[in-house]
């Protein structure tokens, strides 16, 4: 089997949390080794920077300049292990890479905060070979709104930069994340996207009330916009217990599949951007096979499993 994770925070983990180790060998979730168990074809790796961590400072000026520091490590990775991992920016890319017998890498921004109202970065990000962002993280930002349990908050959306951002970001051909986002600021996002958009790492709300999750008209919308949504195995996204289990994250995927047809369900694990769940039966990339397994038991062709594993993200990237 094949696999095409659409979200982890491993350099986040390994360069501000942890500060130990490396791709090849960590205390992460995501590994080399694991990866290659795995069957992994592409992991895209997020450059995500905790706002908090840089208020007291120049704020969002300084997270861009660690975003700039993040594609630096993440290169410095691509080329220390590069027998087993290369970046890659398009599909082409990415199967060239598995003839090769190498697993292929997608950089990616997560909090777009970080471009600031200056156009100018998103090219620049693009040049330095990201290919998706995330609009939003949990705080209003120069795009817009994100996800809240304040219901006034929900009903906004993007700004008229975002607008503008996010007609750009099609234009290069940039995924445009809408993962985090508000339901306004998602609404906006595929009433002014040019090109591909995904959630990333998003699940359902009709199965656990998080507002980060997408509501059935949010999934037939993003379907209908030819776009995937990449299921997150953070537990307060799958159950309201918190409990991250396997039979949770296959009745995910099969919601996803009634309401947005085979095309549109996709992985986006998260792996690296949480902790704190007592139960967590798919700690690595390594045991995804458990749920592979699962929903075969549901009565899901192997055909159909292909779609959510791999063919479906690979559409995006395409």
Known sequence: MKLIDMHCDTLWKLMDLDQRGDLGKSGCSITLPGLKQAGVL????????????????????????????????????????????????????????EAEGRISAFLTVEEGGVINGQMARIEELYQRGVRLLTPVWNYENCFGYPNS????????????????????MGELGMIVDVSHASD???????????????????????????????????????????????????????????????????????????????????IGTD??????????????????????????KKGLRESLIDKIWYKNAARIIE
């Open 42 to 97: 592409a992991q895209f790796f997020a450059c995500f920077t905790y706002f908090e961590d840089y208020r007291e400072q120049r704020g969002y000026e300084d997270a861009y300049c660690h975003v700039l520091e993040m594609i630096d490590y993440f290169y410095a990775q691509m080329e220390q292990f590069s027998g087993e991992i290369a970046a890659a920016c398009t599909k082409e890319e990415m199967e060239r890479h």
């Open 271 to 296: 792996f690296d951007g949480f902790d704190g769940i007592e139960i967590l039966e798919i700690p690595d990339p390594r045991q995804m096979d458990r749920l592979w397994d699962a929903l075969r």
């Open 149 to 168: 349990r304040d219901s006034h908050v929900m009903k906004k959306g993007l700004k008229p930069f975002g607008v503008e951002a996010v007609e750009y």
């Open 184 to 266: 306004g600021t998602f609404r906006d996002i595929l009433a002014h996207a040019r090109g591909p958009v995904a959630a990333s790492h998003s699940n359902c709300r009709a199965l656990c009330s998080h507002p980060r999750n997408l509501t059935d008209e949010m999934i037939r919308a993003l379907a209908e916009k030819g776009g995937v949504a990449g299921l997150n195995l953070y537990g307060y996204f799958l159950s309201d217990s918190g409990e991250s289990r396997i039979e949770y994250m296959a009745e995910h995927i099969i919601h996803m599949l009634r309401v947005g047809g085979s095309e549109f369900p996709a």
